[in-house]
């Protein structure tokens, strides 16, 4: 089997910088859209809720027991 090669100290550094630098972007960007995300699921949630309410209603209209 072959010896492993010397890898230089430079890209050493580089890498793992690089690897940092992703990280430290990634939780930057993850703090960014959460808010934006949970926004969105509760808007949602609330036109989820809306529709609900008028499929029942308009189920309760075609079988023609209004109860409204």
Same mark, same amino acid.
């Given at each position: 089997?072959?010896?492993? @090669?010397?890898? !230089?100290?430079? &890209? #050493?550094?580089?890498?793992? !910088?690089?690897?940092? @630098?992703?990280? &430290?972007?990634?939780?930057?960007? /993850?703090? /960014?859209?959460?808010? &934006?995300?949970? *926004? *969105?699921?509760?808007?949602? %949630?609330? *036109? #989820?809720?809306?529709?609900?309410?008028? *499929?029942? &209603? %308009?189920?309760?209209?075609?079988?023609? !027991?209004? !109860?409204?």
């Amino acid at each position: 089997m072959i010896p492993p @090669v010397q890898v !230089s100290p430079l &890209i #050493k550094f580089t890498r793992y !910088s690089a690897l940092l @630098v992703g990280m &430290i972007y990634g939780k930057k960007r /993850y703090d /960014y859209l959460k808010p &934006i995300a949970e *926004e *969105e699921r509760r808007v949602e %949630a609330e *036109e #989820k809720k809306k529709r609900e309410e008028l *499929e029942r &209603i %308009a189920k309760e209209l075609a079988e023609g !027991s209004p !109860s409204v």
